[in-house]
């Protein structure tokens, strides 16, 4: 099959796009970039794309920003040319010119009416609506754990290493909590990219976050009470503390419907609902004790503070959030992903050492809700944040890539 290719931006100075080989869904695709016989600019499309990812392109990580060796004029942009260099082939050979046609990047936006903005905003998210039937889910952690030798396996790997201690288990306590949780675990498919094809530290990564969320909240005085995951997609937190406590009435909401389906099916301790990209949640005023939002604001640009105000009204009093975000530590030591996403989408940013004031959006995609990455600085969270709940702690770099904030209902 041939190499797809595909060209999101192009400007004077850059080319943003992802290339992809069918042939070789894992191996990363050399580009070049020429004007008739001049090369403007080269790269390697390695870089992350959850969209990508989620569409079933390969691993991902296929995307390309090519910075231009100059600037190029309007003449020189139509005589454009992509060349793809195929893996094991010398280049007389494997060049391939792919002509860049501009009539394909999205037209630009034009203005739409308050009406038409709110009907869009309640219907469910169109990506994830045709997100493809994910595969069967793997066994329960119950069945899985009879099939391990834990001992290797975590002595063998140091992801499980890491995530075995920030759990705070021993092997014999691992092994005791995996016999008690008794539901299949989602196929790596319906799971968000966590831990691809890698089940026990999918189940490992979640109860180490349980456990986190748990340590956070008890100095709060929140020691049980009714829990709710705000995005939770298939339970990779939630199901612990349903499993892992009798403290808990577990909810979980996520706007993913397979996400939803799997947990109404294979979680039923678990109070499970589909929610839209509107601002507005089917529960009654001060309901939850403990809410987590895990990867969700990293994701909200305009819809940010509404959403903030609703978790916010059911929210117990007493009662605590814990928000993960990308903020100032996170900025300063980027993790992969980030990396990727600046240099794909805001290559203005990439040697901006120190996070910008307030708010940054990073935009990969307009025709979905789930259209970016956001990042905060601590003095917008405080600012605004904190005009609406009580800013209790910033954990820095609570997990590998996002912070946590702790707040609750400022009345």
Not at 133 to 155: F, G, H, R, Y
Not at 185 to 211: C, H, M, T, V
Not at 305 to 332: H, M, P
């Amino acid at each position: 099959m041939p190499t797809r290719v595909q060209i999101d931006k192009l400007a004077p100075t850059f080319i943003v796009g992802w290339a992809w080989n069918p042939d070789a869904p894992a191996a990363c695709v050399s580009i070049q970039v020429r004007v008739g016989d001049e090369m403007v600019g080269s790269a390697i499309a390695d870089g992350f794309r959850r969209d990508l990812l989620r569409a079933n392109i390969g691993s991902g990580y296929h995307a390309f920003v090519i910075m231009f060796t100059r600037e190029l004029n309007s003449d020189e942009l139509d005589k454009l040319a992509v060349i793809i260099m195929d893996a094991g082939q010398s280049p007389a050979i494997s060049l391939k010119q792919v002509n860049v046609d501009r009539s394909g990047l999205p037209a630009p936006a034009q203005p739409k009416s308050i009406g038409e903005q709110v009907r869009e905003l309640m219907k469910f998210s169109p990506a994830y609506a045709e997100s493809p039937k994910p595969d069967q889910p793997s066994m329960p952690p119950s069945q899985l754990v009879e099939t391990l030798d834990l001992e290797c396996e975590i002595a063998g790997s140091e992801e499980l290493k890491v995530l075995l201690e920030k759990s705070g288990l021993n092997v014999d306590g691992l092994a005791a909590a995996m016999k008690r949780d008794t539901r299949p675990i989602p196929s790596s498919s319906n799971r968000e990219g966590y831990a691809s094809g890698r089940d026990l530290a999918y189940w490992l990564s979640g109860y180490a976050q349980f456990k986190m969320i748990s340590d956070f909240a008890r100095p709060h005085g929140v020691r049980g009470g009714r829990y709710f995951d705000f995005g939770g997609s298939t339970g990779r937190v939630s199901r612990h503390f349903a499993f892992q406590s009798r403290d808990w009435d577990v909810w979980l909401c996520d706007f993913k419907s397979v996400s939803i389906d799997f947990c109404l099916k294979y979680l039923p301790g678990i109070q499970s609902f589909c929610n839209t990209s509107f601002p507005s949640l089917p529960i009654e005023d001060q309901c939850f004790d403990l809410i987590s939002a895990l990867s969700v604001f990293t994701h909200i640009n305009e819809s940010e503070l509404s959403w903030l105000l609703e978790l916010r009204r059911v929210l117990a009093k007493g009662g605590i959030a814990c928000i993960t975000v990308v903020n100032d530590e996170c900025w300063s030591n980027p993790d992969r992903v980030l990396k990727d996403s600046i240099k794909g989408f805001r290559p203005d940013l990439m040697n901006v050492k120190t996070i910008p004031e307030g708010k940054t959006v990073i935009a990969f995609r307009d025709d979905d809700p789930y259209n970016c990455n956001v990042a905060h600085s601590n003095s917008y969270i405080h600012d605004v944040w904190g005009r609406f709940l009580d800013i209790r702690a910033i954990i820095p770099k609570y997990s590998t890539s996002q912070s946590m904030v702790i707040c609750s209902r400022r009345d």
